[in-house]
C-alpha cells in the first residue's frame, strides 16, 4: 500500500522553498515573504479569502504573539479541517448501505473498487452496486474491477433504471448476509436539477428495502478541482445529506485547499479516505496532519522530488 | 457558465458606477476586487497578477480619470483585456495532412473519451470518413466505453490487441487509416498526471510516431490553480496545438480556461457542455468575455434558437403573427418549438441579467417553466379544432370540460387563455410597428426578437 508520504513525494516540491523560508522557525516575516506564502497557499487551491485571514494572522502574530509563524499556520490549518477517529466502516448493522456519489470523472467508481479491496482485506464481506446505467460502459467499468477483486457486482442494463439496481443491490445485500454494500452512481452536474432528483429517487428505493439505509452517503471530491468543489459539495448536500467526503487524485500536483472551504461551509462532514492512485491498494485513511503537511510542501527540506 | 465571477465583477462595478469620477484609490480598489474574484474563479495567480497590471497600466495611463463615465471605461478596460486573454478569433483544427489526425491528452477523467466521441460524430457529420483508437490500455473498461461511444456515432473503432504498446497501436492505427482511407483519426488516450515522467513519455511518443498534427489538451472548466503547470509539461512534451473545455454546463467559473490559454498560447477550440454527443460547441472568446462580465450570451442563445428551431416553420409564424391571425393552434407549435430548444437551464444561463440568479433558484425557475408549458400544451391538445382556432368561443362551460379533459384546473386554462391574449397584444404592437418601419427594418427587428 502506497503511503501517503510516499506519495507526495512523487509531487514536485513547487513551493517549498517559498514557504520553508518562511516557517522555518523563528525566520523574520517581511513583506516579500508575505506575499510568497500568501502566492504559495492560492496555488494549493485555498479560498483565497481564508488565505487573506491566515495572512493576517500571521502579521498580527508578528505583532504581538509570541508562537513561531509555522506553528501559527500549521495550526491554523489544522484545526479547521474534519476527521473521523472511528473505523469508518463500522456503522453497526450488516449489511451497511453506502451511497457514492459526485461530478462527473470524479473518481466514485474506482473508489468504489478500492473501498471493496479495502474492506476485504479488513475481512467484511462486500457487495457492490453498479448503478450507473447512463454512461458507456460505466456497469462494465465496475464488473471488471469486481473480477479482479473477487468482489461480487449486482448490474443492470445500459439504460436501465438505477433505482431498481439501487433496490436490487440492497435485496442481494440482505439475502446474501454482506456486510458492506457500495453503490457506485453515475457522475452528475450538480446544476443539473432532474439529475440531483434522481438520486433521491435512488434513496427512497434503497429506503423501501431499509428505510434506515443509505447508512453512508459519500461524496467523492476531485483534488484537481478549484473553488468550484465547495458549491457541488453544497448542492450534493440539499440533495442527499452527506456523511462523509473522499478526495482522489491527490497523488498528482494538485492540493485539495478547497476543502477548507467545504468544511467551513458544510460543518461536520469528515473526509474519510484519499485516493492516492488508480490502483486498488491507493485509498488511504484521510491523515489531517499529513494533509497540512502537503499543503505546506513541506517535504522536510530534503529538496528531492 | 462563469456565474459567480460575473457576479463579483458586477458588484464592483455597481460601486463604480455610482460615482461621478474615478479617483486612483478607488481604481485601486475596484482591481482589488477584480483580483480576488479572478483568484476564486481559479484563475492562476501569475494570470491574475498580470491581468491586473496591465489593467491598472491602462486605467491610469490614460485620461480615464477624468472621462465622463469612468465606471463604463472601466469596464470596457476588463472586457478587452479579458478577451484578448481568450484569444482573438474561432481556430478549427489543422487539416493539412490526409487523414487528419487528433490525440487527446489531459488528467484522469476530464472528458478525453467522450469528447472523442463527440468529436466522431461532428467529423462523421462533415462527411468524413473517421477512425476513433482507443489508447487506454489501463483504466478497467476504456476501451468498451469508447467502442459504445463509436458505435452511437456512427464511426470505426480500433482497440488494443493483447500486450500491445500504446505506441505498437498508434502506428498500427495510422497505417490502417491509409490504407483504408479514412479521413480523419482521433486517438484517445488514457488518464496521466503531468508529473508522471514515463507516461507522459508514452504519449509523447504517441504523438511523434503518428506525426499527428493536431495535440489537443483537454481540460475539465472547473479545474484549480495546478491547470498551468499541467499545461505547460504536456505542452514542452507533446507540442499542444489546442485545447478543449469539457463540463461547462456545470457552475465552475472557468479560471482554468483563462489560465491555460494565455500561458501555453493555443487556442481554445470546443467546449463540452454535456455528456450526449450533440453537447460540443464552438468557443467563442468575445461572447466567453461579455458573459464573464455579465452581459450574458445572448448570441449563442439566438444562433442555438436557429438551428433547433425549423426556420419554415418559423417563418410561417412570423407572417401569420404580423398578420394578426395568430390563434391558438400557433400558439401549441410555440410552445414546442420552444421544448426543442432544450433545457431551460441552459438557455437561461445565456440570457443576460441571470447570472445574479443562483444556480438552485435557476434550476427552480425553469423546472416551473417546464411544468407550465407542459400543462399549457395539454389543455390546448384538449380543446377542439374550433377553439383553437376561435378561442373567444371558450366560455366558462367549456372551461370546464377542457380542464377535466387535460387534468388541470378551470384557472390553469384561465392563465393560458390570459398569456395567450397578452401574446397576441404584444404582436399587435410589432405589426403596429412594423407598419411604421417598412418591411426590411421590422424584418430584422422581428428576426432579433426571436
Ligand atoms: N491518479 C489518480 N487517478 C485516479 C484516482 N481515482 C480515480 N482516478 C482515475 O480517474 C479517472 C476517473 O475515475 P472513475 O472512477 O472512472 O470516475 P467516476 O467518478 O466513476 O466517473 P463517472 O462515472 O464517469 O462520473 C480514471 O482514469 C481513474 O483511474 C486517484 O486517486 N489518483
Ligand atoms: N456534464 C458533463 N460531463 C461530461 C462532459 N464531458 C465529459 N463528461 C463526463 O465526464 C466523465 C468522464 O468522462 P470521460 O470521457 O470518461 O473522461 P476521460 O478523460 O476519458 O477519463 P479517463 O480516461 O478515465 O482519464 C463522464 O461521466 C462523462 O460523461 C461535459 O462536457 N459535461
Ligand atoms: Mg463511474
Ligand atoms: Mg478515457
Not at chain 2, 497590471?53 to 465606471?71: F, H, I, W
Request: aromatic fraction near 4%.
Amino acid at each position: 500500500m502506497v503511503s501517503w508520504v510516499q506519495a507526495l513525494k512523487k509531487t514536485r516540491n513547487v513551493f517549498a522553498s517559498a514557504i520553508q523560508g518562511v516557517i522555518s522557525d523563528g525566520a523574520e516575516i517581511d513583506e516579500l515573504t508575505l506575499e510568497q506564502l500568501e502566492v504559495a497557499l492560492i496555488r494549493a487551491d485555498l479560498p483565497p479569502r481564508l488565505v487573506a485571514e491566515l495572512i493576517s494572522d500571521l502579521e498580527e502574530n508578528q505583532l504581538h504573539g509570541t508562537q513561531p509563524p509555522k506553528e501559527v499556520l500549521r495550526d491554523g490549518l489544522r484545526a479547521r479541517l474534519v476527521m473521523q477517529e472511528t473505523d469508518p466502516f463500522d456503522f453497526g448493522v450488516k449489511p451497511a448501505c453506502i451511497l457514492l456519489l459526485g461530478v462527473n470523472g470524479a473518481g466514485k467508481t474506482t473508489t468504489c473498487a478500492k473501498l471493496a479491496h479495502r474492506a476485504a482485506d479488513m475481512d467484511r464481506k462486500v457487495l457492490l452496486g453498479a448503478a450507473d446505467t447512463f454512461r458507456a460502459a460505466g456497469t462494465e467499468q465496475l464488473r471488471l474491477w469486481g473480477e479482479r477483486l473477487n468482489a461480487p457486482v449486482v448490474s443492470g442494463r445500459q439504460g436501465s433504471d438505477a433505482s431498481a439496481v439501487a433496490f436490487d443491490a440492497m435485496d442481494a445485500a440482505h439475502a446474501r448476509g454482506m456486510d458492506l454494500l457500495f453503490i457506485d452512481t453515475a457522475g452528475r452536474m450538480h446544476t443539473k436539477s432532474h439529475l440531483m432528483e434522481e438520486l433521491r429517487k435512488m434513496v427512497r428505493a434503497i429506503q423501501k428495502r431499509d428505510p434506515e439505509a443509505p447508512h453512508g452517503t459519500w461524496m467523492i471530491l476531485d483534488a484537481s478541482l478549484g473553488q468550484n468543489s465547495l458549491n457541488q459539495a453544497k448542492i450534493f448536500h440539499d440533495a442527499v445529506p452527506l456523511t462523509g467526503l473522499v478526495i482522489t487524485k491527490l497523488d498528482g500536483s494538485s492540493k485539495a485547499g478547497f476543502l477548507f472551504n467545504v468544511h467551513q461551509q458544510l460543518p461536520g462532514i469528515p473526509v474519510l479516505f484519499t485516493g492516492l492512485g488508480e490502483q486498488a491498494e491507493d485509498l488511504v485513511r484521510f491523515d489531517a496532519d499529513a494533509f497540512v503537511e502537503g499543503l505546506l510542501s513541506l517535504g522536510s527540506g530534503t529538496g528531492d522530488d | 457558465m462563469f456565474d459567480q465571477l460575473t457576479q463579483s465583477l458586477q458588484k464592483t462595478f455597481k460601486n463604480l458606477r455610482g460615482q461621478g469620477k474615478l479617483s486612483e484609490e478607488n481604481v485601486k480598489d475596484a482591481l482589488r476586487e477584480v483580483r480576488m474574484a479572478l483568484l476564486e474563479a481559479d484563475v492562476h495567480f501569475q494570470v491574475v497578477k498580470d491581468f491586473v497590471a496591465k489593467v491598472r497600466e491602462q486605467v491610469m495611463g490614460e485620461d480615464v480619470l477624468n472621462s465622463v463615465s469612468p465606471g463604463q471605461q472601466f469596464i470596457k478596460r476588463v472586457h478587452d483585456e479579458m478577451e484578448a486573454l481568450l484569444g482573438e478569433k474561432k481556430v478549427d483544427f489543422d487539416r493539412s495532412t490526409h487523414p487528419m489526425a487528433i490525440v487527446m491528452l489531459g488528467l484522469h477523467g476530464v472528458g478525453k473519451t467522450t469528447t472523442t466521441g463527440k468529436l466522431s460524430r461532428r467529423f462523421k457529420e462533415e462527411g468524413k470518413k473517421v477512425l476513433a483508437v482507443g489508447c487506454d490500455i489501463r483504466r478497467p473498461a476504456a476501451v468498451e466505453q469508447l467502442r459504445v461511444l463509436a458505435e452511437q456515432a456512427g464511426v470505426d473503432m480500433l482497440g488494443p490487441n493483447p500486450g500491445e504498446t500504446v505506441q505498437a497501436l498508434g502506428v498500427r492505427a495510422k497505417n490502417h487509416a491509409v490504407l483504408h482511407g479514412y479521413d480523419v483519426v482521433i486517438y484517445d488516450t488514457g488518464g496521466r498526471l503531468q508529473i508522471d515522467d514515463e507516461l507522459v513519455r508514452e504519449v509523447a511518443d504517441l504523438t511523434s510516431m503518428t506525426g499527428a498534427k493536431n495535440k489537443v489538451l483537454v481540460i475539465d472548466a472547473a479545474m484549480g490553480q495546478e491547470s498551468v503547470s499541467v499545461a505547460e509539461t504536456f505542452n514542452e512534451r507533446c507540442g499542444l496545438t489546442g485545447l478543449i473545455l469539457t463540463k461547462l454546463d456545470g457552475d465552475a467559473r472557468g479560471g482554468a480556461a483563462l489560465s491555460v490559454r494565455s500561458v501555453t498560447g493555443c487556442p481554445i477550440l470546443m467546449i463540452g457542455t454535456g455528456e450526449k454527443q450533440e453537447d460540443l460547441q464552438p468557443f467563442y472568446p468575445d461572447r466567453m468575455a461579455n458573459r464573464i462580465l455579465g452581459m450574458g450570451d445572448v448570441i449563442s442563445l439566438v444562433e442555438k434558437a436557429q438551428t433547433m428551431v425549423d426556420e419554415d416553420e418559423m417563418a410561417r409564424m412570423e407572417k401569420r403573427m404580423f398578420s394578426g391571425k395568430m390563434d391558438l393552434e400557433d400558439f401549441l407549435k410555440q410552445l414546442q418549438q420552444m421544448k426543442k430548444l432544450g433545457s431551460m437551464t441552459q438557455i437561461m444561463d445565456m440570457m443576460p441579467g441571470m447570472p445574479n440568479v443562483s444556480a438552485e433558484q435557476k434550476a427552480k425557475a425553469a423546472e416551473q417553466g417546464q411544468t407550465q408549458s407542459k400543462r399549457f400544451e395539454a389543455i390546448i391538445l384538449s380543446m377542439t379544432p374550433r377553439e383553437r382556432q376561435r378561442p373567444q368561443l371558450i366560455n366558462s362551460k367549456r372551461r370546464q370540460r377542457i380542464a377535466a379533459g387535460s387534468g388541470t384546473r378551470v384557472k390553469d386554462v384561465n392563465d393560458l387563455l390570459k398569456q395567450f391574449k397578452q401574446t397576441q397584444k404584444m404582436t399587435k404592437k410589432l405589426k403596429a410597428f412594423k407598419g411604421g418601419m417598412g418591411g426590411k427594418a421590422a424584418r430584422h427587428m422581428a428576426r432579433s426578437m426571436r
